[in-house]
């Protein structure tokens, strides 16, 4: 563990501060520096922007009601319907009315949407939405498609200002107002603390896959964004919904790659390792019941140690054509999935909860916004629609760009002179051993099936942890990973994303989001620790 020098930032813009700094590279951050231009803007991302981010693996697409008989209404009562009763009615409706409009945005910055012969967008169906509406690029290359020509985009724009292999770990707050951050510059030596001063930050840093032993998302995806805006003082939503994949590849990889749900719309079967098809005796729909209850299955087999199986033998005739993608994840992994089963497990997928924003992507700390999966808007409920997040982040991202144009005065905040941060606070450490506890903590406790019991366990290693940590970088995760324990515990009943074995059924009492803070989730901490 090394102490750093807090260095001065270089090089500065001319007057020594940003008017917005956009923290996140992923879809969200560069359509708001995109929709900002030519308002000057600096982008930090952990990674080269284009790569560690979700977005560029998103396979299916967007959602949008731009297919012919498609209505905004039937797009909202899809979501309401699969965010199982807390959908924000308000957000979503103006989520799918903007939707079209982005899509048209996204087209003049260059993403190569499918279309008919007539030239009209191209849309496809998926489980739960009642219309055809998933917007995409060549089958399931839809994330990658649109990243690379945002990355073009954003490239060829003179007032963006990217810096990348900077990661973020601190946000500068001086009397509840957000002036800036600390990042680290793992491009260069790795050691350089840089303080960058702003008028206006937004955080788009998606994710929490990786507080999850088994997980889709990308690496950087662990929940450090929302930590910090936590220990900030943000107002966080919905912390305990996550979403599981049901069918991610159970071959030791990490991140897990998917194994389409289409493929099991396409007639594959689940089975045990003693040939059982499980999901038979578990829903009228088997393997098309919606996606928690097959994961809940899934996870039982495989906790049971009888492990699961996803059987496309005869239902795919040309593996290698039809499904090139997954084809492609098996061979690497030595599977012939023409021949042999696929072994799948549930794998943390999406995000639900997160930095509580308004419509317009207003945090509750002044001169701080945020967008994409690192936020709760409503917009998802206790379940999210597929193919609604990619929407979700170029909504916000435009909404919030819309109102920093007007809100930009060029000034810094009076008190931003004043906010310090101590060199002491950011060491560098090797946080990978409680990373590695932290994940089997979650997995085991806060996953597809939680329990009181588990939960307060994991809460005291969660506890532990905090007290053991010597970096920012690990305060912010972990508190993340607390913030999604105390808002599970608190929750008792069973909706969406959060199933407890100890409260199976729906609670009317509960239908309603909910909203913590760090400081109320301290203070209820003993008492969730005694019940
Ligand atoms: C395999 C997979 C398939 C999916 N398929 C779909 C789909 O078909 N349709 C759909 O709507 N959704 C899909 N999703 C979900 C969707 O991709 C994400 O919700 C969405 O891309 C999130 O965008 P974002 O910009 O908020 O985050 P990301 O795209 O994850 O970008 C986050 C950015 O923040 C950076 N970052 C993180 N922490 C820091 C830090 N501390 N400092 C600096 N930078 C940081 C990252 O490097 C990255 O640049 C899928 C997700 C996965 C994993």
Redesign the pocket.
């Known amino acids: 563990m090394a102490s750093t020098a807090v260095a001065a930032y270089q090089p500065k813009p001319a007057k020594g501060f940003d008017d917005v700094i956009i923290?996140?590279?992923?879809?969200?951050?560069l359509f708001c520096a995109l929709k900002l231009a030519p308002k000057a803007v600096t982008v930090?991302?952990?990674?080269p922007?284009g790569r560690?981010?979700?977005?560029?693996?998103?396979?299916?697409?967007?959602?949008a009601a731009v297919g012919p008989g498609d209505t905004v209404e039937s797009h909202v009562n899809d979501t309401i319907i699969a965010g199982d009763g807390i959908v924000d009615e308000q957000i979503i409706r103006m989520m799918a009315s903007e939707a079209s409009d982005r899509i048209f945005d996204l087209l003049d910055y260059g993403v190569p949407f499918d279309r008919d012969l007539e030239g009209h967008l191209a849309v496809s169906r998926e489980a739960a939405h009642s219309e055809s509406r998933i917007v995409r690029v060549k089958g399931d290359m839809?994330?990658r498609a649109i990243m690379e020509a945002l990355v073009a985009a954003v490239r060829k724009t003179p007032s963006i200002r990217v810096l990348e292999g900077?990661?973020?770990?601190d946000l500068i707050a001086k009397n509840g107002r957000v002036g800036g951050v600390v990042?680290r510059d793992r491009a260069g030596s790795g050691e350089t603390l840089h303080r960058l001063k702003a008028s206006h930050v937004v955080m788009?840093?998606?994710?929490i896959?990786h507080l999850y032993e088994v997980t889709?998302?990308?690496t950087?995806?662990r929940g450090?964004?929302i930590g910090m805006a936590a220990r900030a003082g943000a107002r966080m939503a919905d912390m305990e919904f996550v979403q599981f994949h049901p069918t991610a590849i159970n071959v030791g990889k990490d991140p897990a790659p998917?194994a389409t749900e289409a493929l099991r719309g396409h007639g594959a079967t689940l089975q045990n390792s003693a040939g059982e098809r499980f999901m038979l005796k578990l829903h009228k729909d088997a393997e098309l019941a919606p996606r928690d209850v097959v994961a809940r299955g899934i996870f039982a087999e495989v906790k049971a140690g009888r492990g699961a199986f996803l059987d496309c033998r005869t239902a795919v005739h040309d593996f290698a054509a039809e499904f090139p993608t997954v084809f492609g994840y098996c061979k690497d992994a030595g599977i012939d999935p023409s021949t042999e089963m696929i072994p799948v497990i549930p794998a943390a997928?999406?995000f639900m909860g997160g930095i509580w924003t308004d419509s317009d992507g207003r945090s509750s700390l002044p001169g701080f916004w945020a967008?994409?999966?690192?936020t709760s808007t409503g917009a998802h409920g206790a379940n999210r629609l597929?193919?609604?997040?990619?929407?979700e982040?170029v909504v916000f991202a435009a909404r919030i760009a819309g109102k920093l144009r007007s809100e930009m005065t060029g000034q810094a905040p009076s008190d931003w002179q004043d906010g310090s941060v101590s060199s002491n606070e950011y060491l560098t450490e090797n946080d990978h051993p409680n990373m590695v506890t932290l994940r089997q903590t979650m997995s085991a406790h806060l996953g597809v099936l939680r329990d009181g019991e588990g939960m307060r366990q994991a809460l005291d290693t969660i506890l532990h942890l905090a007290r053991e940590s010597h970096s920012v970088r690990f305060d912010n995760v972990i508190t993340t990973a607390k913030l999604i324990t105390v808002a599970a515990l608190n929750r008792l009943e069973s909706r969406g994303g959060h199933f407890r074995t100890d409260f199976p059924a729906e609670d009317a009492d509960w239908k309603r989001r909910t909203i913590l803070t760090l400081d109320q989730a301290h203070a209820v901490i003993p008492d969730l620790l005694e019940s």
């Open positions: 923290i996140g590279g992923g879809l969200a951050g930090l991302a952990a990674a922007i560690g981010a979700s977005s560029a693996w998103a396979q299916a697409g967007i959602a839809a994330g900077y990661v973020v770990e990042a788009a840093t998606g994710g896959g889709t998302n990308p950087e995806a450090g964004g998917l997928h999406y967008c994409g999966e690192c597929a193919s609604n997040s990619l929407l982040a």
